[in-house]
């Protein structure tokens, strides 16, 4: 797409950042249909003055919405402390950060039970756990085992395990030998894991593949066959984990205990950061100067994300997950619609399914009716909206999925939203007067 899409209505100003970013910014993204200048809880607005309510939290990353002051206090203090130390000296929030992601995992710091290495994004923590599996099984295992339709990023080493074909094969041949199998097939991954094989990478729910959770057992099933040839299980959780499916960490549901686990996306609460954390013996699978990163851990992405899992606590989060995301998804299968099969997730990670590949249609009906949401398959739209999402926003959004998916259907008559007249967001404490971006 080089283009705007032709149904999405843009406004003067979207239209004139539109081309400016046409003109500027590589073309992997296509142009996005909004200009978003500002957020507020799970509002945003765009750079004309439409307000949205955001059911997509940046890719299920902001997850204690926008601007929220616990965020807004942590990082403005911790700039004004220090922002970058580099990984020649330690701060003690990537030390505390650490302390708690162990504590969350109940790994026993007294017999040394897990260590984490911090990067700036999922593929980053993806690409830490592929050096940690290499360096830990040798050359005598040169095999991956990973999902068809499986996503772990867009970097050579993540891209190589992702599982589809379409991204990944043009930029091969990669340095990686990887063995896709069908996710949720357990007599195949069974069948996939040898001796030669190093580590299965997982995801416990396919979050880009469409929302599509791992059957009960599967997980169960990967760790007994890592453990029958000494393979291990790297899970990736860059997309479920803290709090999305209302659990810190969805492998929990799975009763399984991963070797290696991958985090990113809602731990900095839209500050960039990721995590691998290695557990029991690969805690300590890197030696000194095996790895590294200048930004990885840095005080400033740290202090978002203590605050991101101090409030989540205090504010009983993944209890607000469970309850809004169940009514969410019984609000979606209760809708009649020609359109709509149903749903599938848990949590504040749905998808409503199509009866056909229209979302992408939907999601331009849904905008226009003032709900950001993403067409993450043809036939799916996903639904990972900030972890404060009120059961009265859920309540809006099901009021308006009829006519949403009416829009999309009919390939888009209804005008665009237009909430508070146009009229600017209110400005947050602490930005001046008038500014809006
Ligand atoms: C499961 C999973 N792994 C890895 C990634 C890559 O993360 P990033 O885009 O931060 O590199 C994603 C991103 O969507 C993801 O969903």
């Given at each position: 797409?080089?283009?705007?899409?032709?149904?999405?209505?843009?406004?003067?100003?979207?239209?004139?950042?539109?081309k400016?970013?046409?003109?500027?910014?590589?073309?992997?993204?296509?142009?996005?249909p909004?200009?978003?200048?500002?957020?507020?809880?799970?509002?945003?607005?765009?750079?004309?003055?439409?307000?949205?309510?955001?059911?997509?939290?940046?890719?299920?990353?902001?997850?204690?919405?926008?601007?929220?002051?616990?965020?807004?206090?942590?990082?403005?203090?911790?700039?004004?402390?220090?922002?970058?130390?580099?990984?020649?000296?330690?701060?003690?929030?990537?030390?505390?950060?650490?302390?708690?992601?162990?504590?969350?995992?109940?790994?026993?710091?007294?017999?040394?039970?897990?260590?984490?290495?911090f990067?700036?994004?999922?593929?980053?923590?993806?690409?830490?756990?592929?050096?940690?599996?290499?360096?830990?099984?040798?050359?005598?295992?040169?095999?991956?085992?990973?999902?068809?339709n499986?996503?772990?990023?867009?970097?050579m080493?993540?891209?190589?395990?992702?599982?589809?074909?379409?991204?990944?094969?043009?930029?091969?041949?990669?340095?990686?030998?990887?063995?896709?199998?069908?996710?949720?097939?357990?007599?195949a991954?069974?069948?996939?894991?040898?001796?030669?094989?190093?580590?299965?990478?997982?995801?416990?729910?396919?979050?880009?593949?469409?929302?599509v959770?791992?059957?009960?057992?599967?997980?169960?099933?990967?760790?007994?066959?890592?453990?029958?040839?000494?393979a291990?299980?790297?899970?990736?959780?860059?997309?479920?984990?803290?709090?999305r499916?209302?659990?810190?960490?969805?492998?929990?549901?799975?009763?399984?205990?991963?070797?290696?686990?991958?985090?990113?996306?809602?731990?900095?609460?839209?500050l960039p950061?990721?995590?691998?954390?290695?557990?029991?013996?690969?805690?300590?699978?890197?030696?000194?100067g095996?790895?590294?990163?200048?930004?990885?851990?840095?005080?400033?992405?740290c202090?978002a994300?203590?605050?991101?899992?101090?409030?989540?606590?205090?504010?009983?989060?993944?209890?607000?997950?469970?309850a809004?995301?169940?009514?969410?998804?019984a609000?979606?299968?209760?809708?009649?619609?020609?359109l709509?099969?149903g749903?599938?997730?848990r949590?504040?990670?749905?998808?409503?399914?199509?009866?056909?590949?229209?979302?992408?249609?939907?999601?331009?009906?849904?905008r226009?009716?003032?709900?950001?949401?993403?067409?993450?398959?043809?036939?799916?739209?996903?639904?990972?909206?900030?972890?404060?999402?009120?059961?009265?926003?859920?309540?809006?959004?099901?009021?308006?999925?009829?006519?949403?998916?009416?829009?999309?259907?009919?390939?888009?008559?209804n005008?665009?939203?237009?909430?508070?007249?146009?009229?600017?967001?209110?400005?947050?404490p602490?930005?001046?007067?008038?500014?809006?971006?």
């Amino acid at each position: 797409m080089s283009e705007p899409e032709a149904s999405v209505a843009t406004g003067p100003e979207t239209e004139a950042l539109q081309k400016r970013f046409t003109a500027a910014i590589m073309p992997n993204y296509g142009v996005p249909p909004a200009a978003l200048i500002r957020g507020a809880g799970c509002r945003v607005w765009d750079a004309d003055g439409r307000e949205y309510t955001d059911l997509i939290a940046g890719i299920a990353t902001s997850s204690l919405g926008h601007a929220h002051p616990a965020i807004t206090a942590a990082v403005s203090h911790q700039v004004s402390l220090i922002a970058h130390t580099s990984n020649l000296f330690l701060h003690e929030r990537e030390v505390e950060l650490a302390e708690r992601l162990l504590g969350l995992l109940s790994a026993d710091q007294t017999r040394a039970d897990g260590r984490v290495f911090f990067a700036n994004s999922g593929a980053e923590a993806n690409e830490a756990a592929l050096k940690l599996v290499r360096r830990m099984q040798g050359p005598a295992r040169p095999v991956i085992v990973a999902a068809e339709n499986g996503f772990h990023g867009r970097t050579m080493g993540a891209l190589a395990l992702t599982g589809k074909a379409s991204i990944r094969e043009p930029f091969g041949p990669f340095g990686v030998r990887v063995r896709f199998v069908p996710f949720g097939d357990t007599d195949a991954l069974r069948g996939a894991v040898d001796t030669g094989v190093a580590a299965v990478f997982l995801e416990p729910c396919l979050g880009e593949g469409g929302v599509v959770p791992a059957p009960e057992g599967y997980l169960r099933a990967a760790r007994e066959a890592c453990d029958q040839v000494g393979a291990l299980l790297v899970v990736d959780e860059i997309q479920s984990a803290i709090g999305r499916s209302g659990t810190w960490f969805a492998h929990r549901a799975h009763g399984v205990r991963p070797d290696v686990l991958t985090l990113a996306k809602g731990l900095g609460g839209g500050l960039p950061i990721g995590a691998c954390i290695g557990l029991g013996r690969c805690g300590t699978g890197f030696a000194k100067g095996d790895h590294g990163s200048t930004f990885g851990g840095n005080p400033v992405a740290c202090a978002a994300a203590l605050a991101v899992l101090d409030t989540i606590e205090r504010d009983g989060l993944l209890a607000n997950v469970t309850a809004v995301g169940a009514r969410l998804a019984a609000g979606i299968s209760a809708v009649s619609h020609p359109l709509l099969a149903g749903v599938r997730g848990r949590g504040l990670w749905l998808a409503a399914v199509l009866i056909r590949p229209e979302a992408p249609a939907v999601e331009a009906a849904a905008r226009r009716a003032g709900f950001l949401v993403n067409a993450v398959q043809p036939d799916a739209i996903r639904l990972a909206p900030p972890l404060i999402l009120t059961a009265g926003e859920a309540e809006e959004f099901l009021a308006a999925l009829p006519a949403i998916l009416d829009d999309g259907a009919s390939g888009g008559t209804n005008p665009p939203a237009l909430r508070h007249g146009g009229l600017p967001p209110p400005v947050p404490p602490g930005l001046p007067e008038g500014a809006t971006r």
